[in-house]
């Protein structure tokens, strides 16, 4: 308890700032039923768009693994009446960037443009075109499906992208989260493939818009309703599976590669759980913490083993993985794995030490503001709080949520999240 | 003074005046200069710290020491134990970094803008009182040859590119690559980092640059507080080392573990040397942009588009520099095509512009693109110092930021014509090719099934 109140004395002089940092988010929800986020900010003159469905890896079928990127992909590659080429040309000329990515939730479409009514209107109306009316092209689906297909020939031959592919397969089985895609499933995709995936998972239900920037609310409620009113308004979200915990595991997969790569972890945690915030507190003592982690320390600074060493708690809408990574050379694979597996067993024996606990307080609300500096960071923020209906106050609360965990929540949090049982260790390339 | 004020004026394209008076400089009596942007939309600050040393400055066998160096910099002073520095920043409620270049070494942290004084009292006391302990640099060897490994040894696209580089240049120092040769980092000594920090680490070699919610007046106050105090010191003479002429076409190739085949092409060009009467960097950076600048610029819409020659085609090119430049071209061919196909393809799209040139269209559209990307730069504190401190570093003052913006949109099709015609021939060209090598069997099998 008293160590409690002297750390609440010790922010006082942090929390105002921090506070204040936070941008105040507006929610609506679209005629379509899509919801909305928008933070306005009028310091620079751009626009910042991010469209995000329901419609990550994991909702592939096993077949046809391959298909949540390929449809992403060509969705920006041909509308009614323009084809790639006017599209990109058209963007270009207004020097708008259109981008995006794929992780095992989401599909996301980002947009940034000048906020000058010529040039939004044209990037604009590109979205809402790209939204609603993509065509898919069979001559752009051969052509792209050629390429996923080379960039995956070359990516399975690289030992960081062996270790990861293995890792998830051997955390989550045959569950959604562990399936990727292959030779053989990307293969025998088929343009009715993707235009069915797309059917089933672009729609209004399943998408969440962010957008931040030089809008006033009344132009961003009317952006919104342009881009999305085409939106179909089903199929509506489904469920992911809940993953099973797999059992102790350790998997060695041979390369040529001078340098082992190594992973750890399990399934850990999901998006929303309360568990979040003595697993981020606790983990900044572990590996979060950039050069002053526990594992930094250990494992490069004391030993020359690595050049990186990390580990982090990635929340997804199941429960996504906890992961320990790092690259050492081949011969000491062995002697650096003993070393990290020795952190992580005295971390969850004992848990941070007071210092410690205060020093990760003490980081992870000091540095709130710095992840809050620009419309991006903002952007990425406020898009994870919409497709995952966290609270609005997520942000404002951040820091007290931080500043509330106690030494015993963060070893409670560990013994139930972090379990010794369930750890899978997957080595590529080590002796 | 904030940055809003040069928006307007980026799109009128009357830079100059006004964009100078957006960042504000000085020099402390020691030398050191320090320069100020004032960005108040977050209440935090990028402080960076840029020394005008890079691996140009290296000499031979003993390649690679300006980035160990600037590793062990974070080994600690007689006030600032090992490790200490980054637990300051991070208590500080920031993060920190460093890197080196060919050209220059930089040292930043963004922290909450109260803890700029603090940063600086940091960083002056490591520009002056390195310890250099023996046992943190033998530890820190590793580190770096790990980083080594993971960055080069392992990545068939690094080494292909290390050694192109190391093929076109054969004088000049750009040809060792920033890390150092592998034989050079194994017999580094304490006494190589030692004598490098002697030589280059001083105030009248440094710039200080600082971006963020920040007044430019307390800024000086500061700076000459923490950094006013260290004396100047004799800097090493400079050798030119100049690139002998190149008498014809160099080509080499790079066996390694990958799957798709990949060309580099190195073409020798000019740098910016002196903002007002360069004519050629301006233009070459326009030919890279209409080459492959955009989704819908020429590599992409002709070779990976509609002549399906390659999966992935870049140009690239950076006009400012302290050593020569060079225009790289690059690709990986599509199905059925070969590397030689594909350089085939990349020559041409070059006598395209030497013969046809380039539309307005596309001139003006890789203008658009310039502008919008100094807009959305000015999204980044961090993007601005590092545009700040580069610029510096190579000499051209930040001050003239604007007059390079106005170059550039001054660009003519005919000018761009002339640098395809004048620069791009066999006489100053280097091919590099990756030669993929299979995996053994062992390697495969479990994660294509996966």
Same mark, same amino acid.
């Given at each position: 308890?008293?160590?409690?109140?002297?750390?609440?004395?010790?922010?006082?002089?942090?929390?105002?700032?921090?506070? /204040?940092?936070?941008?105040?988010?507006?929610?609506?929800?679209?005629?379509?039923?899509?919801? #909305?986020?928008?933070?306005?900010?009028?310091?620079?003159?751009?626009?910042?768009?991010?469209?995000?469905?329901?419609?990550?890896?994991?909702?592939?079928?096993?077949?046809?693994?391959?298909?949540?990127?390929?449809? +992403?992909?060509?969705?920006? %590659?041909?509308?009614?009446?323009?084809?790639?080429?006017?599209?990109?040309? &058209?963007?270009?000329?207004?020097?708008?960037?259109?981008?995006?990515?794929?992780?095992?939730?989401?599909?996301?479409?980002?947009?940034?443009?000048?906020?000058?009514?010529?040039?939004?209107?044209?990037?604009?109306?590109?979205?809402?075109?790209?939204?609603?009316?993509?065509?898919?092209?069979?001559?752009?689906?051969? +052509?792209?499906?050629?390429?996923?297909?080379?960039?995956?020939?070359?990516?399975?031959?690289?030992?960081?992208?062996?270790?990861?592919?293995?890792?998830?397969?051997?955390?989550?089985?045959?569950?959604?989260?562990?399936?990727?895609?292959?030779?053989?499933?990307?293969?025998?995709?088929?343009?009715?493939?993707?235009?069915?995936?797309?059917?089933?998972?672009?729609?209004?239900?399943?998408?969440?818009?962010?957008?931040?920037?030089?809008?006033? *609310?009344?132009?961003?409620?009317?952006?919104?309703?342009?881009?999305?009113?085409?939106?179909?308004?089903?199929?509506?979200?489904?469920?992911?599976?809940?993953?099973?915990?797999?059992?102790?595991?350790?998997?060695?997969?041979?390369?040529?590669?001078?340098?082992?790569?190594?992973?750890?972890?399990?399934?850990?945690?999901?998006?929303?759980?309360?568990?979040?915030?003595?697993?981020?507190?606790?983990?900044?003592?572990?590996?979060?913490?950039?050069?002053?982690?526990?594992?930094?320390?250990?494992?490069?600074?004391?030993?020359?083993?690595?050049? /990186?060493?990390?580990?982090?708690?990635?929340?997804?809408?199941?429960?996504?993985?906890?992961?320990?990574?790092?690259?050492?050379?081949?011969?000491?694979?062995?002697? @650096?794995?003993?070393?990290?597996?020795?952190?992580?067993?005295?971390?969850?024996?004992?848990?941070?030490?007071?210092?410690?606990?205060?020093?990760?307080?003490?980081?992870?609300?000091?540095?709130?503001?710095?992840?809050?500096?620009?419309?991006?960071?903002?952007? *990425?923020?406020?898009?994870?709080?919409?497709?995952?209906?966290?609270?609005?106050?997520?942000?404002?609360?951040?820091?007290?949520?931080?500043?509330?965990?106690?030494?015993?929540?963060?070893?409670?949090?560990?013994?139930?999240?972090?379990?010794?049982?369930?750890?899978?260790?997957?080595?590529?390339?080590?002796? | 003074?904030?940055?809003?004020?040069?928006?307007?004026?980026?799109?009128?394209?009357?830079?100059?005046?006004?964009?100078?008076?957006?960042?504000?400089?000085?020099?402390?009596?020691?030398?050191?200069?320090?320069?100020?942007?004032?960005?108040?939309?977050?209440?935090?600050?990028?402080?960076?710290?840029?020394?005008?040393?890079?691996?140009?400055?290296?000499?031979?066998?003993?390649?690679?020491?300006?980035?160990?160096?600037?590793?062990?910099?974070?080994?600690?002073?007689?006030?600032?134990?090992?490790?200490?520095?980054?637990?300051?920043?991070?208590?500080?409620?920031?993060?920190?970094?460093?890197?080196?270049?060919?050209?220059?070494?930089?040292?930043?942290?963004?922290?909450?803008?109260?803890?700029?004084?603090?940063?600086?009292?940091?960083?002056?006391?490591?520009?002056?009182? %390195?310890?250099?302990?023996?046992?943190?640099?033998?530890?820190?060897?590793?580190?770096?040859?790990?980083?080594? &490994?993971? +960055?080069?040894?392992?990545?068939?696209?690094?080494?292909?590119?290390?050694?192109?580089?190391?093929?076109?240049?054969?004088?000049?120092?750009?040809?060792?690559?920033?890390?150092?040769?592998?034989?050079?980092?194994?017999?580094?000594?304490?006494?190589?980092?030692?004598?490098?920090?002697?030589?280059?680490?001083?105030?009248?070699?440094?710039?200080?640059?600082?971006?963020?919610?920040?007044?430019?007046?307390?800024?000086?106050?500061?700076?000459?507080?923490?950094?006013?105090?260290?004396?100047?010191?004799?800097?090493?003479?400079?050798?030119?080392?100049?690139?002998?002429?190149?008498?014809?076409?160099?080509?080499?190739?790079?066996?390694?573990?990958?799957?798709?085949?990949?060309?580099?092409?190195?073409?020798?060009?000019? #740098?910016?040397?002196?903002?007002?009467?360069?004519?050629?960097?301006?233009?070459?950076?326009?030919?890279?942009?209409?080459?492959?600048?955009?989704?819908?610029?020429?590599?992409?819409?002709?070779? #990976? *588009? &509609?002549?399906?020659?390659?999966?992935? @085609?870049?140009?690239?090119?950076?006009?400012?520099?302290?050593?020569?430049?060079?225009?790289?071209?690059?690709?990986?061919?599509?199905?059925?095509?070969?590397?030689?196909?594909?350089?085939?393809?990349?020559?041409?799209?070059?006598? @395209?512009?030497?013969?046809?040139?380039?539309?307005?269209?596309?001139?003006?559209?890789?203008?658009?693109?310039?502008?919008?990307?100094?807009?959305?730069?000015?999204?980044?504190?961090?993007?601005?110092?590092?545009?700040?401190?580069?610029?510096?570093?190579?000499?051209?003052?930040?001050?003239?930021?604007? +007059?390079?913006?106005?170059?550039?949109?001054?660009?003519?099709?005919?000018?761009?014509?002339?640098?395809?015609?004048?620069?791009?021939?066999?006489?100053?060209?280097?091919?590099?090719?990756?030669?993929?090598?299979?995996?053994?069997?062992?390697?495969?099998?479990?994660?294509?099934?996966?």
């Amino acid at each position: 308890m008293t160590a409690c109140k002297c750390l609440l004395l010790l922010f006082l002089f942090l929390v105002t700032p921090v506070t /204040s940092a936070a941008p105040p988010i507006e929610r609506w929800q679209t005629a379509s039923g899509v919801r #909305v986020l928008f933070v306005e900010s009028h310091a620079l003159p751009i626009v910042d768009i991010q469209v995000d469905f329901a419609a990550g890896t994991a909702y592939e079928n096993f077949a046809q693994a391959g298909i949540a990127s390929l449809t +992403r992909e060509l969705v920006e %590659l041909g509308v009614a009446g323009m084809d790639e080429t006017q599209i990109a040309s &058209r963007m270009a000329d207004v020097g708008a960037q259109l981008s995006g990515e794929v992780d095992r939730d989401r599909a996301s479409i980002i947009l940034r443009t000048l906020s000058m009514g010529d040039k939004r209107r044209v990037a604009f109306e590109l979205l809402r075109a790209i939204l609603s009316t993509p065509q898919f092209p069979a001559a752009v689906f051969e +052509r792209e499906k050629a390429r996923s297909l080379a960039a995956l020939k070359e990516a399975l031959t690289r030992p960081e992208a062996l270790v990861k592919r293995a890792f998830w397969s051997a955390m989550y089985g045959s569950h959604p989260y562990g399936r990727h895609e292959t030779t053989e499933s990307l293969a025998t995709l088929e343009r009715a493939d993707v235009l069915a995936f797309h059917a089933a998972h672009y729609t209004a239900p399943r998408a969440r818009l962010a957008i931040v920037g030089d809008l006033s *609310r009344a132009q961003a409620e009317a952006v919104a309703e342009e881009l999305t009113a085409a939106l179909a308004t089903s199929p509506g979200m489904t469920a992911i599976a809940v993953p099973e915990l797999p059992s102790s595991s350790e998997q060695r997969i041979a390369h040529p590669a001078v340098q082992a790569h190594l992973l750890l972890g399990l399934p850990a945690l999901k998006r929303g759980d309360p568990d979040f915030f003595p697993l981020i507190v606790g983990n900044y003592t572990l590996g979060g913490g950039g050069f002053v982690s526990r594992l930094m320390k250990a494992v490069r600074d004391q030993r020359g083993f690595a050049y /990186s060493v990390h580990s982090h708690f990635q929340p997804l809408a199941q429960l996504g993985p906890f992961e320990i990574g790092l690259q050492t050379k081949k011969e000491q694979a062995q002697d @650096a794995l003993a070393v990290t597996r020795e952190v992580l067993a005295s971390f969850l024996r004992e848990g941070p030490s007071d210092e410690e606990l205060l020093a990760a307080k003490q980081n992870l609300i000091g540095s709130f503001p710095l992840h809050l500096d620009s419309n991006r960071e903002i952007l *990425r923020s406020v898009a994870v709080i919409g497709f995952y209906e966290l609270p609005l106050d997520y942000l404002d609360r951040y820091s007290d949520n931080i500043e509330e965990v106690t030494l015993s929540d963060i070893k409670a949090a560990f013994a139930r999240r972090v379990r010794p049982e369930h750890l899978v260790t997957v080595i590529v390339a080590g002796e | 003074m904030r940055p809003t004020r040069l928006i307007p004026l980026l799109l009128a394209l009357t830079l100059a005046a006004p964009a100078l008076a957006e960042t504000f400089e000085r020099q402390l009596a020691n030398g050191l200069r320090v320069i100020v942007k004032e960005d108040r939309r977050a209440p935090t600050v990028v402080h960076m710290v840029c020394y005008r040393a890079g691996s140009m400055d290296e000499t031979n066998g003993r390649t690679g020491v300006a980035h160990v160096l600037e590793h062990m910099m974070f080994k600690g002073t007689p006030t600032v134990g090992p490790g200490e520095f980054n637990r300051r920043v991070a208590d500080a409620g920031g993060r920190d970094n460093a890197f080196t270049s060919h050209d220059y070494t930089a040292y930043f942290q963004q922290v909450p803008e109260h803890k700029l004084g603090e940063m600086m009292q940091l960083e002056a006391d490591r520009m002056r009182h %390195l310890s250099l302990d023996p046992a943190e640099f033998a530890q820190e060897l590793r580190v770096v040859m790990e980083e080594r &490994r993971l +960055r080069t040894e392992d990545q068939p696209q690094s080494l292909l590119f290390e050694q192109l580089t190391a093929t076109a240049f054969q004088a000049h120092p750009y040809r060792v690559p920033v890390i150092g040769w592998m034989n050079d980092l194994e017999n580094m000594v304490p006494a190589d980092a030692r004598s490098w920090y002697d030589n280059w680490y001083a105030p009248n070699n440094a710039t200080v640059v600082v971006v963020g919610d920040v007044d430019h007046q307390a800024v000086f106050k500061l700076a000459a507080q923490h950094y006013g105090t260290l004396q100047p010191r004799q800097l090493p003479v400079r050798k030119p080392q100049d690139e002998p002429r190149q008498l014809g076409i160099r080509r080499l190739v790079v066996k390694a573990p990958a799957d798709l085949p990949l060309v580099m092409m190195a073409y020798k060009v000019p #740098v910016i040397r002196n903002v007002e009467q360069d004519v050629d960097p301006y233009a070459l950076e326009l030919l890279a942009a209409v080459l492959a600048g955009h989704d819908a610029a020429r590599f992409s819409t002709s070779l #990976v *588009r &509609r002549q399906r020659l390659a999966v992935e @085609a870049e140009a690239s090119y950076d006009s400012t520099a302290r050593g020569p430049g060079i225009f790289y071209l690059q690709g990986s061919p599509g199905e059925g095509k070969t590397v030689s196909e594909l350089e085939a393809g990349l020559r041409a799209e070059i006598v @395209a512009v030497q013969e046809r040139s380039v539309t307005a269209d596309e001139l003006a559209r890789a203008k658009a693109q310039l502008i919008a990307g100094q807009i959305y730069k000015l999204d980044s504190m961090f993007a601005q110092a590092i545009e700040i401190g580069q610029l510096e570093a190579v000499g051209i003052p930040y001050a003239q930021h604007g +007059r390079l913006l106005e170059k550039l949109q001054a660009v003519t099709a005919e000018q761009v014509q002339a640098v395809a015609r004048k620069y791009f021939n066999e006489q100053g060209l280097t091919v590099g090719e990756l030669d993929p090598q299979p995996l053994p069997p062992a390697a495969r099998s479990p994660a294509a099934g996966s």
